[in-house]
């Protein structure tokens, strides 16, 4: 359940949002000029331009043809670091809301706790006030 609240709290931002777009048009931009440069097929072209901007780079597709080579080098120098923004501000976001749900969690203790001493002092002074009578 806290994994669908934070996306659903994560594409409500604006910012989030473009950030989330931007990320994906760039996928699909490498993955597009890959599928046409090197002939490769759209999932191993989605996959290429994924492990490439990620920089993980296992190294079982390499372009083969100048194009493609040229493209990797300026697509790696415009998408990397729009990618490792994404990533860092999905972990960001992820963090903020595990802390305000772990804060909501203790407010809601807090008040149980509260509750819980008013309700036994009322107990207390009612038997002190049974005992006085």
């Known amino acids: 359940m806290f994994f669908f609240r934070t996306v659903i709290s994560f594409l409500q931002d604006d910012e989030y949002r473009d950030l989330l777009i931007t990320t994906f048009m760039i996928l699909l931009i490498g993955t ?18 994924v492990v490439t901007l990620t920089t993980i780079g296992y190294g079982d597709f390499t372009p083969k043809t100048d194009a493609g080579k040229l493209f990797t080098v300026l697509y790696i120098i ?41 309700e036994h002092q009322q107990h207390l002074d009612s038997k002190n006030n049974n005992f006085k009578n």
Request: proline share 0%; net charge positive.
């Open 78 to 118: 415009v998408g990397i670091g729009m990618i490792l923004s994404f990533i860092n501000t999905i972990q960001h976001h992820y963090t903020y809301m595990k802390y305000r749900e772990k804060k909501e969690i203790l407010k809601t203790r807090n008040l149980k706790k509260i509750s819980e001493k008013k």
């Open 32 to 49: 597009l000029t890959y599928h046409y440069l090197e002939g490769w097929g759209i999932i191993d072209s989605l996959y290429f331009s």
